[in-house]
C-alpha cells in the first residue's frame, strides 16, 4: 500500500481491514457517519464545527477479526476561508502514515497507536478526552463500569460515598450514561435534592462532563436555577455554563445566555470563550450583536488591541451556519457605536 494509492483517510482506514468511528470534536462531541467524513476530506461538504480554523477528529479503529485492542487517532485538519478542509494538508498527512505504517496498521499496535510527530496530531486536554471515551464507550455498547456505578452511589447517599476516590473519566461515563439510563428520573432528583452535600469539586466536575449530553428537562431546570437565576448573574459557573450547551436552538438557554451577557462583569475572556465556542447554536441577531459588542468591550478593557474581538469574528464566520448572520451584521447600519469601531478596526489591520 503506497500514497498513490490511497486518496483519503477513509480509503486508508479501509485497506487496513478496520472497521472504523469518527467522530467530529471541533464544538460539539458528536459521531459523524462514514459517508460525512469521507465527503468532509475531500472537501465536498463544509466542516460543520469548525474550531480555530480548523477541523477536529477523533477516530477510532478496529479489527474484530484479529483483535480486540481498539486505536484511536486524533486529528486536526486546517480549513479554508469557505469553511473546507484544506486537501493539500489531508494529503500530507497520508503520506505520513502511509510512510509510517504502510500495510502494518494492525499488526504493530505501537505505530498504530502512537503515530510519528506531525502537525496535524493532538492530545485532548483531560475534560476533552475523558468525555470523548465515554462517547466511544457508548458507540461500542460497552457496559456502565464499576466506577461510574460508584459515581451513582454518591449521588444518592453522598455522605456515604468518598468523592475523591471518583476519577474525572467516571463522572463522564455516568453522565454520557444519564439519558439512557433506567433510572435517569430517579438519579437527576437525586442530584436536585443533594446539590448542596455535594463536593464543588464534584458538581463542578459533573456538570463540565454533561457539556455534551443531551439534558432532560429536570436537569435542564435544575442548572438554570442553580447556578443561574437572579442571584448568579454576576458569577457564572463555567462549568454550568458549559453542560447548558445544546445541539439546537433552546429558548431557555438563550434567555440564560441574555441575562448573562446584558452584564457588564461578565465581558470577560472565558465567559465569551464557553459562550462562542458551545453556545452558537444560540446566536439569533440580537445575541450574536450582544456578543460581539461584548467581545469589543472586552477587547478595549483588556487592551488587546483588536486581537480578542478579531479572533471571536474570525472563529464565528467560519461556522457554515452564522456566517451569513455575521456577515450581515458587519454591515448592518444599526450595529451598536462600539460594534461598529471595532469592525472598522479590524478592517483596518486586514487592508480590507
Known amino acids: 500500500m503506497s500514497a498513490n494509492t490511497i486518496n483519503s483517510i477513509s480509503e486508508f482506514l479501509l485497506h487496513a481491514g478496520t472497521e472504523y468511528k469518527v467522530f467530529d470534536i471541533g464544538r460539539r462531541l458528536t459521531l459523524t457517519d462514514n459517508q460525512t467524513f469521507l465527503d468532509i476530506e475531500n472537501g465536498k461538504a ?6 480555530q480554523q480548523h477541523a477536529w477528529f477523533g477516530i477510532v479503529f478496529w479489527n474484530k477479526n484479529a483483535s480486540s485492542e481498539h486505536y484511536i487517532w486524533f486529528v486536526k485538519l486546517p480549513t479554508d476561508e469557505q469553511g473546507l478542509v484544506v486537501s493539500a494538508a489531508r494529503n500530507h498527512f497520508l503520506d505520513i502514515i502511509v510512510d509510517a505504517l504502510g500495510q502494518s496498521i494492525l499488526e504493530d499496535t505501537e505505530k ?92 463542578n466536575t459533573l456538570m463540565e462532563m ?22 448568579h448573574t454576576s458569577e457564572v459557573n463555567l462549568a454550568a455554563l458549559r453542560a447548558l ?57 483588556s487592551e488587546h488591541a483588536g486581537a480578542l474581538f478579531s479572533g471571536f469574528f474570525s472563529d464565528l464566520v467560519q461556522i457554515p451556519k452564522l456566517r451569513r448572520q455575521v456577515l450581515s451584521l458587519l454591515r448592518s447600519p444599526d450595529r451598536p457605536a462600539e460594534l461598529a469601531s471595532a469592525f472598522n478596526k479590524l478592517f483596518a489591520q486586514t487592508g480590507k
Not at 463544509?46 to 474550531?51: A, C, D, H, S, T
Open 245 to 301: 450547551s445544546t445541539g439546537s436552538f433552546d429558548q431557555d438557554v438563550h434567555s440564560v445566555l441574555q441575562r448573562v451577557l446584558e452584564n457588564e462583569s461578565c465581558a470577560r475572556l472565558d465567559i465569551l470563550s464557553v459562550i462562542a465556542a458551545r453556545h452558537y447554536e444560540q446566536m439569533d441577531d440580537s445575541l450574536l450583536t450582544l456578543f460581539l459588542t461584548q467581545a469589543a468591550k472586552a477587547d478595549n478593557q
Open 46 to 51: 463544509y466542516v460543520p464545527f469548525p474550531r
Open 210 to 231: 454533561l457539556e455534551y449530553v443531551p439534558l432532560s428537562a429536570t436537569m435542564k431546570e435544575f442548572i438554570t436555577t442553580r447556578f443561574f437565576s437572579s442571584n
Open 112 to 203: 498504530a497507536q502512537k503515530l510519528p510527530d506531525n502537525p496535524y496530531s493532538f492530545v485532548p486536554n483531560q475534560s476533552l478526552l475523558a468525555q470523548f471515551n465515554a462517547a466511544v464507550k457508548q458507540a461500542l455498547l460497552q457496559p456502565l463500569s464499576d466506577e461510574a456505578r460508584q459515581v451513582e452511589a454518591y449521588i444518592q447517599a453522598p455522605q456515604l460515598v468518598d468523592w475523591q476516590r471518583l476519577s474525572m473519566q467516571s463522572v463522564a461515563d455516568f453522565a454520557s450514561s444519564l439519558p439512557k439510563h433506567s433510572k435517569q428520573d430517579m438519579l437527576e432528583k437525586a442530584v436536585a435534592k443533594n446539590s448542596t452535600l455535594y463536593s464543588e469539586v464534584f458538581l
